[in-house]
């Protein structure tokens, strides 16, 4: 055995999809699968990027009925030219059809802990947690989270799982 059968250029072009597969399908499965792979991007970056968040904006506006027409907002845009990731976040938080409120900011041990609370018309609420050293990071966490729990009720109510 040599180093050449270690080769990953040889072998990395076994492994690529074929061309059929390379293109994104529009399904809410699909967007599903872009919000749960930006949560796992978002457990290994050190500090939230503003690169970060557009990824954000950009899955939120393809998953049906939580973004409103005109968003994101101007003030967002001018948050983010400022280069205030936190107060843009926040903002983000805010804006969207789940009306989400900023219930708890805490920081122990080196870990920023945002929790975010969501009341749907009829029921009880819902929390959710994220926990990250970066502040920004963690707000959007909990964000993105929460964005997720948004989906799988609108989705169960439009199957009529859950009563409103």
Same mark, same amino acid.
């Not at 819902?126 to 909990?142: E, M, N, S, W, Y």
């Given at each position: 055995?040599?180093?050449?059968?270690?080769?990953?250029?040889?072998?990395?072009?076994?492994?690529?999809? &074929?061309?059929?597969?390379?293109?994104?399908?529009?399904? =809410?499965?699909?967007?599903?699968?872009?919000?749960?792979?930006?949560?796992? +991007?978002?457990?290994?970056?050190?500090?939230?990027?503003?690169?970060?968040?557009?990824?954000? !904006?950009? !899955?939120?506006?393809?998953? %049906? &009925?939580?973004? !409103?027409?005109?968003?994101?907002?101007?003030?967002?845009?001018?948050?983010?030219? *400022?280069?205030?990731?936190?107060? *843009? =976040?926040?903002?983000?938080?805010?804006?969207?059809?789940?009306?989400?409120?900023?219930? +708890?900011?805490?920081?122990?041990?080196?870990?920023?802990?945002?929790?975010?609370?969501?009341?749907? %018309?009829? *029921?009880?609420? =819902?929390?959710?947690?994220?926990?990250? %050293?970066?502040?920004?990071?963690?707000?959007?966490?909990?964000?993105? +989270?929460?964005?997720? &729990?948004?989906?799988? *009720?609108?989705?169960? !109510?439009?199957? &009529?799982?859950?009563?409103?």
């Amino acid at each position: 055995m040599s180093l050449h059968d270690f080769s990953l250029r040889r072998h990395a072009r076994s492994l690529l999809p &074929g061309p059929g597969l390379r293109q994104r399908p529009d399904t =809410v499965e699909a967007n599903a699968d872009e919000l749960e792979a930006l949560l796992l +991007r978002l457990t290994a970056v050190r500090r939230l990027r503003e690169h970060h968040v557009w990824e954000a !904006v950009r !899955v939120i506006r393809e998953l %049906p &009925g939580l973004a !409103v027409d005109e968003w994101p907002s101007r003030r967002f845009r001018d948050l983010m030219a *400022a280069d205030a990731l936190v107060d *843009a =976040v926040i903002h983000l938080t805010s804006t969207t059809e789940a009306k989400l409120c900023l219930r +708890r900011l805490s920081h122990e041990l080196g870990l920023w802990t945002c929790t975010l609370r969501y009341q749907p %018309p009829g *029921a009880g609420r =819902v929390t959710f947690k994220a926990r990250h %050293p970066d502040l920004a990071t963690a707000i959007l966490g909990a964000f993105l +989270r929460s964005c997720r &729990g948004y989906q799988l *009720a609108a989705g169960a !109510v439009g199957r &009529g799982q859950f009563s409103t």
